[in-house]
C-alpha cells in the first residue's frame, strides 16, 4: 500500500497570499497518477487537480499541480477567501487507493 | 447534471450490517467510462476509500476492509450499493458514494461525489 504523508498539517495564511501544499508518496506514484481535492466543513471533497497537473472542469487557474515520482505540490498563487478548507493528495498508481492525511489552510 | 445519492439507516448497532445504496441520477451507471465507489471519513479524520465496481459487476477491495464488505450493482435501478457487516463504534463516519474515472481498466481518480451519509454505530 502506497502511504501518502502531506505536510504541513496546517497553513496559516492571509487572502492574497500564496499557498504551497506538499505531498510525499511511499512509493514512486507511476506517470503522475496523483489527484487533489478540497473539503469544505459539511460539504464532499471536490476535485481540483487529476495527473498531477491537470485542472478538473471548472477549477480557477489560481490552482495548480506539479511533481512526480515521490514528491507532488499543490500551488494556489492567490488565496480567494472561498479557498479556505482542507485539501488531500491521492494515489491512484495501484490499489488500495490512498489519500494523504490533510492539510488544513485556514485564515491567518 | 450527474448527482449521485447516498440512503440508508443512520444508526446501526455493534455487530449488525451497514446496508447503504447510491443512486445515481443524470447519467448511466453503464457507462464503460467509470467505477462506482464508497469512501469513508470518520467524524474529524481524514479519507479512506472502501471499494469501487464496474457495472458489469468486476470490483476491487480495500484489503483493510475487504472480508467485512460486500460491494454491488443494479443496473436496471441505476444504483450500487455497500454492504459492511460486523460494525463495530471505528466504523463510525460519513460514507460517501462516488463516480470513479476508468484508467486501463482500473480505478483513478473520484470527479462526482455525493453528499455523503452520517452513520453511526451504538446500542
Known amino acids: 500500500e502506497i502511504v501518502l504523508t502531506q505536510s504541513p498539517g496546517t497553513l496559516s495564511l492571509s487572502p492574497g497570499e500564496r499557498a504551497t501544499l506538499s505531498c510525499r508518496a511511499s512509493?514512486?506514484?507511476?506517470?503522475?497518477?496523483l489527484a487533489w481535492y478540497q473539503q469544505k466543513p459539511g460539504q464532499a471533497p471536490r476535485l481540483l487537480i487529476y495527473?498531477?497537473?491537470s485542472r478538473a472542469t471548472g477549477i480557477p487557474d489560481r490552482f495548480s499541480g506539479s511533481g512526480s515520482g515521490t514528491d507532488f505540490t499543490l500551488t494556489i498563487s492567490r488565496l480567494e477567501p472561498e479557498d479556505f478548507a482542507v485539501y488531500y493528495c491521492?494515489?491512484?498508481?495501484?490499489?488500495?487507493?490512498?489519500f494523504g492525511q490533510g492539510t488544513k489552510v485556514e485564515i491567518k | 447534471q450527474l448527482q449521485l445519492q447516498e440512503s440508508g439507516p443512520g444508526l446501526v448497532k455493534p455487530s449488525e450490517t451497514l446496508s447503504l445504496t447510491c443512486t445515481v441520477s443524470?447519467?448511466?451507471?453503464?457507462?464503460?467510462?467509470?467505477?462506482w465507489g464508497w469512501i469513508r471519513q470518520p467524524p474529524g479524520k481524514g479519507l479512506e476509500w472502501i471499494a469501487s465496481?464496474?457495472?458489469?459487476?468486476?470490483?476491487f477491495y480495500n484489503p483493510s476492509l475487504q472480508s467485512r464488505v460486500t460491494i454491488s450493482v443494479d443496473t436496471s435501478k441505476n444504483q450500487f450499493s455497500l454492504k459492511l457487516s460486523s460494525v463495530i463504534a471505528a466504523d463510525t463516519a460519513v460514507y460517501y458514494c462516488?463516480?470513479?474515472?476508468?484508467?486501463?481498466?482500473?480505478?483513478?481518480?473520484?470527479?462526482?461525489w455525493g453528499q455523503g451519509t452520517l452513520v453511526t454505530v451504538s446500542s
Open positions: 462516488a463516480r470513479q474515472q476508468r484508467f486501463y481498466g482500473s480505478g483513478s481518480y473520484l470527479n462526482y
Open positions: 495527473g498531477a497537473s
Open positions: 443524470g447519467g448511466s451507471i453503464s457507462s464503460s467510462n467509470y467505477y
Open positions: 465496481i464496474y457495472y458489469s459487476g468486476s470490483t
Open positions: 491521492q494515489q491512484y498508481t495501484s490499489s488500495p487507493w490512498t
Open positions: 512509493q514512486s506514484v507511476s506517470s503522475s497518477y
